[in-house]
């Protein structure tokens, strides 16, 4: 199965892509983890990306399309993937598509994660993250037993640079402005699935299980 997992920062691409992962076996490809890796490691990739990220602007194309065509190249992508957070303008869309049809290959469906901006700033507002396992928390959903610390490994918590409010706020614009036009572009193609994202992590896992699981390419290998 092939997918892309559209949505506002916020939305819960990550959360869900994660349980989409375990539940049909298919790699999670988050460009916003790969670009945190390079950053935190050094790399030349993350020092070319880590400007754009801080001010919640995105990454240039060029190089998000060199990584995602690298990423789609290993082996555990030949049976499917999950795109999370890729792609996010027109431009990256069709270097996808193209490469796609390089490979014969073609898009499952595109889900679209639909949630409020005022949910979204405050989910981003108050998220916290292990610095150690990267365990996720959230201060009004989900908050650690003891404050600052993570509960399953002692870690101590953080905030990610781009979830103030400020920075939250231009990644909302940018989205809007720059990502939205993708709605379109799938719709056109027939592809993309609405999701209300505005519900609790497990009714939305539901809904998308179900959608996913009428999807006739799904479907007709279950028999
Ligand atoms: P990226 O890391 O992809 O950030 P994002 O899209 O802003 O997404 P987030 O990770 O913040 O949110 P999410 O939708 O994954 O939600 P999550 O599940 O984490 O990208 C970061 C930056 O990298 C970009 O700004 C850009 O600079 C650059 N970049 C990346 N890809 C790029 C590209 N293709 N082109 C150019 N630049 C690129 O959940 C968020 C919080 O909400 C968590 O605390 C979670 O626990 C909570 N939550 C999740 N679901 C629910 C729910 N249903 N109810 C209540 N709380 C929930």
Redo the contacts with the bound molecule.
């Keep these: 199965m092939r997918l892309i997992i559209l949505?506002?920062?916020?939305?819960?691409?990550?959360?869900?892509s994660k349980l989409i992962s375990k539940q049909f076996g298919i790699p999670q490809i988050?460009?916003?983890?790969i670009?945190?890796r390079a950053v935190k490691e050094g790399m030349e990739l993350g020092d070319k990306?880590r400007s754009?990220?801080e001010r919640?602007?995105?990454?240039p194309?060029a190089l998000?399309t060199e990584l995602v065509i690298q990423r789609l190249e290993k082996e555990d992508c030949q049976q499917g993937f999950i795109l999370?957070?890729?792609?996010?303008?027109i431009n990256?869309a069709e270097t996808l598509d193209d490469l796609l049809k390089e490979k014969n290959m073609a898009l499952d469906s595109v889900l679209e994660?639909q949630v409020s901006d005022e949910a979204v700033i405050q989910?981003?507002s108050?998220?916290r993250l292990c610095s150690r396992c990267t365990a996720?928390?959230?201060l009004l959903?989900?908050p650690p037993k003891e404050r600052g610390i993570c509960d399953q490994c002692g870690g101590s918590l953080y905030q990610r640079e781009?979830?103030r409010e400020e920075t939250i706020a231009r990644?909302l614009q940018?989205y809007h402005l720059q990502t939205k036009p993708l709605e379109t572009y799938y719709k056109d193609k027939d592809v993309l699935r609405i999701v209300d994202?505005g519900?609790?992590?497990e009714e939305?896992s539901s809904e998308i299980s179900d959608t996913l699981r009428s999807l006739p390419r799904v479907a007709s290998a279950k028999g």
């Excluded at 949505?7 to 869900?16: E, M």
């Excluded at 988050?30 to 983890?33: I, K, P, V, W, Y």
């Excluded at 999370?84 to 303008?89: A, E, K, L, Q, W």
Aim: aromatic share 6%.
């Design positions: 949505g506002l920062p916020g939305s819960g691409k990550g959360s869900q988050s460009t916003g983890d670009l945190r990306a754009y990220m919640g602007q995105l990454v194309d998000m999370d957070g890729f792609p996010r303008t990256q994660l989910r981003l108050n998220r996720d928390y959230n959903s989900n781009d979830d990644r940018v994202a519900k609790g992590v939305v």
